[in-house]
Antibody, heavy 119, light 108 residues
Framework: EVQLVESGGDLVQPGGSLGLSCAGS????????MSWVRQAPGKGLEWVSS????????YYADSVKGRFTSSRDNSKNRLYLQMNSLRAEDTAIYYC????????????WGQGTMVTVSS | EIVLTQSPGTLSLSPGERATLSCRAS???????LAWYQQKPGQAPRLLIY???TRATGIPDRFSGSGSGTDFTLTINRLEPEDFAVYYC?????????FGQGTKVGIK
């Protein structure tokens, strides 16, 4: 089955760090760019970060640049998001999504993992 | 940054009716890289339309997308009970990728 499964969401204090993981299966993981998209409670969707299939190039939204780092391990079919200096406004469900450059959109989404930043 | 404005914010319709959702961009969306997603409560978004008008795999033909440049439309013909949800447009023509604020299609 073609799917993405996120993990790692948790409650963390402001200023803290957290790492998320996304496992891909059922497709050739290394052939696809991947992204993180988040959704604050009751709010809309916000693109966070993207990474090329090789992992050589990463892109970030201004709201997380310098604090979040995307990486991937294609041998394990895994995508990662390291989040540092977390703020209350980072509280959200974090989705990983597949981004085929052929159609230039997010065609497959995971179920999401919840990150809560609160003291 | 391209700002996407969706209208209306909420649409109240009955099953069998047609829904027309609008998405207006603050700048031209390059290569018509405009997509539409459906999201139901507690679920991840699902891709419906990409490239402004191409249905994603498995999407029923009652869903159609149109438009170019700065004005795009999602039309849902003959609403089914499972179509009542929130719909988002999203552009990948210019970084940063951005989403509209969503249109909720509710049951009248």
């Amino acid at each position: 089955e073609v799917q993405l499964v996120e993990s790692g969401g948790d409650l963390v204090q402001p200023g803290g760090s957290l790492g998320l993981s996304c496992a891909g299966s059922g497709f050739t993981f290394s052939s696809y760019a991947m992204s993180w998209v988040r959704q604050a409670p009751g709010k809309g969707l916000e693109w966070v970060s993207s990474i090329t299939g090789s992992g050589a190039i990463t892109y970030y939204a201004d709201s997380v640049k310098g604090r979040f780092t995307s990486s991937r391990d294609n041998s394990k079919n895994r995508l990662y998001l390291q989040m540092n200096s977390l703020r209350a406004e980072d509280t959200a469900i974090y989705y990983c999504a597949r981004f085929p450059t052929s159609i230039h959109t997010f065609d497959l989404w995971g179920q999401g993992t919840m990150v809560t930043v609160s003291s | 940054e391209i700002v996407l404005t969706q209208s209306p914010g909420t649409l109240s319709l009955s099953p069998g009716e047609r829904a027309t959702l609008s998405c207006r961009a603050s700048q031209t969306v390059g290569n018509s890289f405009l997509a539409w997603y459906q999201q139901k409560p507690g679920q991840a978004p699902r891709l419906l339309i990409y490239g402004a008008s191409t249905r994603a795999t498995g999407i029923p033909d009652r869903f159609s997308g149109s438009g170019s440049g700065t004005d795009f439309t999602l039309t849902i013909n003959r609403l089914e009970p499972e179509d009542f949800a929130v719909y988002y447009c999203q552009q990948c023509g210019s970084s940063p990728w951005t989403f509209g604020q969503g249109t909720k299609v509710g049951i009248k």
